[in-house]
C-alpha cells in the first residue's frame, strides 16, 4: 500500500505523518515530499514468531507519503506542479486531514474537503480532456475498436467530473475499471478523511463509526498528541496513553481504517525461515494469493495448504488440527479469509 497524506496548509498533516511513522524526518524530495515504510502491527504475527521461533519475520508494509500543502486553486492557478499532482497519483489512498482545533462547525469542514475534491476532480478533467484530444487525431488515421471504446469511456468520465462529482462514484463495469487504471485519476482513489482536534477537543470527539464526509470514512484524533505519542519509548508511551485515556494509538486505527476502506486482508505464511503476512484484496482466491508470493506459484498452483489462524492456537499445532480435521487442502477456487495460514504446492 502505497498511501498519501494531503491536507492544507497548517491543518497538522505533516505532524500526523509523524504520528503515523513515529519518525521525525523521513526520506525527502526537492519538492518536499517525504516518504516511510512503516510495519502494519500484528499480533498473529507476533505470536506465530513466537512459536515458531523463525529467522525472519516481516510484517505487512504501508509506504507513507507527506504531501506538499493542497487548497482550492492550486490547480487552476498551478500553484501545484506537474510532477507533485503525479507522486499523488501513484498513491492507492489518500488521508485527508482538516483542521478542527477550534471546534469548527461541520459546515466549515466540508466545505474545506470539498474544495480538496475540486482541484482533485479538475486535475482529472485536464487528463481525460487531453488523452481524448490525443484520441481524435489517431482515430482519423485507421479504425481501432480499443480507441473508440477507450473514447466512449472517457467521454462518460468527463461528463461525471463536468457535474462536479468524482469519478469514485461512478459506476463502473470491470472492465472499464481495467481501462481506467492506468490514468491513476486522483477523484478516483479512496480517501479518508482525519479531522485533527486539539487537547481539549479530545474529549468531544464523537466515536469513528458515527460519520462519514461525501461516503469517506471519517477519523478523529489529536495529531500533537499523538505525534509526542510516537516518539517515546514503550514504558513511557503506556503510562502517556492512561494518562489521557488513549486506548489505542493513531497508527493502529488508522491502519485498520486503510484495510477497510481499501477492502484488505492479510494471510499467513509459518515456517523456521520466516513468518510473514500477506496483505490482499478481499475476495482473492488461492490461486491469486499464490501469486502475491512469487508469480511462479500461481502459474504453477496445484493445492493450497490451509488452517485458519484461529484453529492453530486453538488445538496448538499443524498436527493437532489435522488430527481434528480444521487443517484443509482447497484447489485454485477457493477464496482466502482474513488470517488463513497457507502454504502452497506448486509444480516444477
Not at 498551478?78 to 459546515?107: H, P, V, Y
Not at 466545505?111 to 489517431?138: N, P, T, V, Y
Not at 473514447?151 to 469519478?167: M, S, W, Y
Request: with cysteine.
Amino acid at each position: 500500500m502505497y498511501i498519501s497524506v494531503i491536507g492544507p496548509a497548517l491543518s497538522g498533516k505533516t505532524t500526523l505523518f509523524q504520528a503515523l511513522s513515529g519518525v521525525e524526518s523521513a526520506r525527502g524530495f526537492s519538492d518536499g515530499d517525504n516518504i516511510i515504510s512503516i510495519d502494519v502491527p500484528d499480533e498473529r504475527v507476533d505470536e506465530l514468531s513466537r512459536i515458531y521461533r523463525p529467522k525472519k519475520t516481516t510484517y505487512a508494509r504501508i509506504e507513507l507519503a507527506d504531501t506538499v500543502a493542497i487548497s482550492e486553486g492550486n490547480v487552476k492557478d498551478s500553484t501545484i506542479n506537474a510532477k507533485t499532482l503525479q507522486k499523488m497519483r501513484m498513491s492507492d489512498a489518500f488521508i485527508l486531514t482538516l483542521n478542527d482545533f477550534e471546534e469548527a462547525a461541520a459546515a466549515e469542514l466540508e466545505k474545506e474537503f470539498h474544495g480538496i475534491m475540486s482541484e482533485f476532480i479538475l486535475a482529472d478533467m485536464i487528463l481525460i480532456e487531453g488523452r481524448l484530444e490525443r484520441i481524435k487525431k489517431q482515430a482519423g488515421k485507421k479504425e481501432n475498436t480499443a480507441l473508440l471504446l477507450e473514447e466512449k469511456l472517457l467521454e462518460q468520465c468527463l461528463a461525471h467530473v463536468g457535474e462536479g462529482k468524482p469519478l469514485r462514484t461512478l459506476e463502473l463495469a470491470v472492465s472499464d475499471e481495467k481501462t481506467l487504471r492506468g490514468f491513476r485519476f486522483l477523484s478516483q482513489k479512496p480517501m479518508m478523511i482525519a479531522i485533527n482536534c486539539s487537547e481539549d477537543g479530545m474529549g468531544e470527539m464523537p466515536g469513528e463509526e458515527e460519520r462519514d464526509m461525501e461516503g469517506c470514512p471519517v477519523i478523529h484524533v489529536c495529531a500533537s498528541l499523538e505525534c509526542e505519542l510516537a516518539m517515546m519509548e514503550e514504558a513511557e508511551r503506556a503510562a502517556f496513553m492512561e494518562e489521557f485515556s488513549v486506548k489505542e494509538s493513531i497508527r493502529g486505527r488508522m491502519i485498520r481504517l486503510a484495510f477497510d476502506t481499501l477492502g484488505l486482508i492479510s494471510f499467513l505464511t509459518v515456517g523456521e525461515d520466516e513468518c510473514r503476512a500477506w496483505p490482499i484484496r478481499k475476495g482473492m482466491n488461492a490461486q491469486e494469493a499464490a501469486g502475491a508470493i512469487h508469480t511462479d506459484l500461481a502459474s504453477k498452483f496445484i493445492r493450497a495448504e490451509t488452517v485458519s489462524y484461529a484453529d492453530l492456537m486453538k488445538y496448538g499445532g499443524m498436527a493437532e488440527c489435522k488430527k481434528a480435521g480444521v487443517w484443509r487442502l482447497e484447489g485454485k477456487t477457493y477464496i482466502v479469509e482474513d488470517g488463513d495460514i497457507i502454504s502452497i504446492r506448486a509444480g516444477t
